[in-house]
């Protein structure tokens, strides 16, 4: 069964619950102008995947982004078309209500049942996928006994704060749209926040034991936050543009609430990254982590991504899962990740988020 875990959207900005604070040598803030932005050129073509020769041996670290997305695509394409089950026994059960309408139900069923057909392999229990209002969710808990007790993880007042939710085993989801003028139309950026959360839940499966924890490092179930939620949003936009439901995989570059750019050294600095951060409301956890799976997915395929998470399900800690699946230790994939990441800042593309 899955166990209790949390990871919130809030709108369409990522926000992050709280975890156990840790005390850092490092301190990051906003940086004042004129220090570099965090963002770089917006890119000139669109991702795609191809492979790129600069990953002939992994872990380069003078790539464009542009090398870098292309090969993590084109290898997690190649090993998704290898392991795809279109007869997958397992069946998770979805549910649509207000504000969701009918055919944006559908979409939400389109993408859950095709990322269940995926990892089908991984997969050994159902979860549960509901789309709508709070109230609808309490409701449908009700009804069909789901068990695990979703309103201490995602609920608030009486009510849910979050447009999207993973708690225990259900993914919640308020709507992946909006209806104007009598018409409804997908936004592609709610339908990549929804298979964000559903990949919360199957990685839940593939590694349960840390019980909904992510702790300060030394303790035994200790998940470094940019893994965890790297992991949401890069699957949260492969999957969704693997299918076909969008035409292109997203990246961004976060920001203060305010506006303000962040430090670039914070944004390369996976250590600073392992617990919750509020530098720039949490994003800064989910953009390092997911260049940071990018490069994991490009430097040696999405396989051994994906055998990390299953190393811990066999009760590896993350340092002994990384490291016997990457060769590497943390140590040295964060130093390496540091000059990557910076690199990246004189390249030709940052990010393409305001292009979509």
Known sequence: MIKMRIAALVTLTLSLSGCAAQQSTTEYEASPKPLELAFGKMLPTPF?????????????????RLELVNTALYKSFEYFD?????????SPKI???????????????????????VFCNYLSDEFYVIGGNYKF????????????????????????????????????ITNIGDTRKGQTFIEDRKLTIAAHEVFH??????????????????????????????GGEFFGRLMPYYFGLIDHYGTFAPSTRYGEPVQKALLGDLEFLEIRRQVADGTENYYAGQIALEYITASLGMEALL????????????????????????????????????NLYAGDVVTNELSN
């Open 201 to 230: 839940v199957i990685h839940d499966q593939i590694d349960p034991d840390p019980g909904g924890q992510i702790p300060p490092r030394g303790q035994e179930f200790f998940r470094p936050v940019w893994f965890i939620e790297g």
């Open 137 to 172: 969710i309490k409701k449908t808990i009700r009804s069909e006994n789901i068990p695990g007790d979703y309103e201490k993880g995602c609920g608030q007042n009486g009510k849910i704060p979050f447009s999207a939710c993973a708690f225990a085993q259900i993914a919640s």
């Open 307 to 342: 055998d990390i998470w299953v190393r811990m399900g066999d009760g590896q800690s993350f340092d002994s899962a990384f490291e016997s699946v990457t060769g590497l230790d943390t140590k040295k994939f964060y130093a390496k990740f540091k000059t990557l990441h910076d």
């Open 48 to 64: 795609a995947p191809e492979l790129s020769s600069a990953f002939d041996s992994p872990w380069p670290t003078d790539v464009s």
């Open 82 to 90: 290898s392991i795809k089950k279109s007869n997958c026994q397992l």
């Open 95 to 117: 549910f649509g209500g207000d504000p969701m309408p009918p055919d944006h139900v559908k979409v939400l069923e389109d993408i859950v049942q095709q990322m269940t057909s």
